[in-house]
């Protein structure tokens, strides 16, 4: 594998830098190079950010990502700045709850927030839901590195609800990526 | 074991394991993860950590902590690193060993915390006032930090004098896999320390050669440390001749060492048509252009500065002996391009500048080796 480019934005708050530290962890466990950067403004909450992650098998000099093998996009803001980064035939993912207006019918219209406050409870678990989603829909890691990074990362007390969150994902990618491999086949 | 690891986080591992047992500072992105992690681990090797007021008080604080004979450190960023100024001025007269790290941020004034630049290039240079040398490293990977904190302390000790760890934005908040803790122990270098009986210690005399040991307060050595010229005792001098022989030993002492503490990374300067000077984070996207440059015929090879000052000039003069143009891409309107010019003579320099909160891209120094081709 040459570069996977993965960037995932939205707003502060969403637990976007956290989703890519823990999609770099699981880079590592499954012994492949990595690197994750991020981008926000000086606000805790609210503001535009996002987390970049970059897998490799080789090298990996430029540490940010070029054009997106996988994005994320869990704010019409985040939506509207950053699709036009995405690879040609790369993954467009979107939050339907929080992204109305999609510029293109290519785009992976998934209700992320709505299935992670479905599975757990939560809406904050929704970042982890979308780590299972990419990881379901793309299989970059490993499913059992992907968990084993949730559990090292999240806060204490919170491993089983954001394993759960990390699950619900997992399936609705795996539903998603099935679904996709037939209608390439029609 | 390879562990995910961030670049502030392994400035502080590398800093531990060189020996660093103290460490004050005021927390200021982005580099506030270093003072987190030190919080949380020198206390358990033996070591302290002061939040202070400021950031001079930081460097004060570290300078004393220095004199009774520990290891110590500060980090900081743009801000912070103007107020620390006149406390490197200090260390670099006095000749106390001590690490300052300055993890870059968009200037001037507060600018943009979160975002990253290397306007700073000049200032860790030039910060202070006054005739002084000074040693500036600088990493381009989570790896490199841990290294060139290790160095970074190590020069500091051999050699008496301040060192600056110019880091940014980008390699200090990016995470990348590290082995930590590494399977083999750093080399480390210790303080050097004298023999002679307190009564004969001269703590700035040259008898000792051009790195005068500094043995710590508290010891029974009792001796005079000023920010005024001083002669061998540490005493202020007006004496013209016993100045212009301090002067001369502290440029000395840094300027005949050259070749143990300059570190760079040289690749495809044989023949190469075209040579990319880099530094830092920008390093990375130079070495990406390069390589696709390459893999399309032109003849382009890669330099990467990893210390910055003293500027190494031989290594850049001769890495460019081949070629006809260097690129020097920086996120400053132009820093280190001014030492390039100065160096490589009547080859064509051609600048890659970017000033607004973002990398520079391996697609804007690929236009720079194309735009110039033949």
Known sequence: ?186 | MLKLVQGNEAVAYGAILAGCRFYAGYPITPSSEIAHVLARELPKVGGKFLQMEDEIASLGAVLGASVGGVKAMTATSGPGFSLMQEHIGYAAMAEIPCVVVNVQRLGPSTGQPTSPAQGDVMQARWGTHGDHPIIVLCPSSVKEAFDLTIKAFNFSEKYRTPVILLMDEVVGHMREPMEYPPSQPPEVVERIHASTPPEWYYPYDEEFGDVPPIIPFGMGYRYHITGLHHDRSGFPTLRPDEIKSWVARVFRKIEANRADFTLYQEEWTDRAKVLVVAYGATARAARHAVKIARAHRYKVGFLKLMTLWPFPEEVVERAARTATRVIIPEMNMGQLALEVERVVGRRKVQRVNKVDGTMITPGEILNAIEGGRG
């Open chain 1, 1 to 186: 594998m040459e570069r996977f480019e993965i960037k995932l934005a939205g707003e502060g708050g969403q637990g976007l830098v956290l989703a890519g530290i823990i999609l770099a962890e699981a880079a590592v466990r499954d012994r492949k190079n990595v690197a994750q950067t991020q981008s926000y403004g000086p606000e805790a909450r609210g503001g535009a950010s996002s987390s970049e992650v970059v897998i490799s098998d080789g090298e990996i000099d430029y540490p940010k990502v070029i054009q997106a093998d996988v994005l994320l996009a869990m704010s019409q803001e985040a939506c509207d700045k950053f699709y036009y980064e995405v690879k040609k035939d790369g993954l467009f993912i979107v939050d339907s709850v929080h992204v109305r207006r999609v510029p293109t019918s290519e785009a992976i219209q998934v209700p992320i927030t709505a299935l992670a406050e479905e599975a757990t409870g939560k809406r904050v678990t929704a970042s982890i839901l979308a780590l299972g989603l990419i990881v379901g829909l793309t299989g970059i890691v490993s499913e059992e590195a992907i968990k084993e990074a949730v559990r090292a990362r999240v806060p204490r007390g919170t491993e089983e609800v954001n394993i759960k969150a990390l699950e619900a994902g997992l399936a609705k990618g795996k539903e998603l990526a099935s679904l996709r491999k037939k209608g390439r086949e029609k």
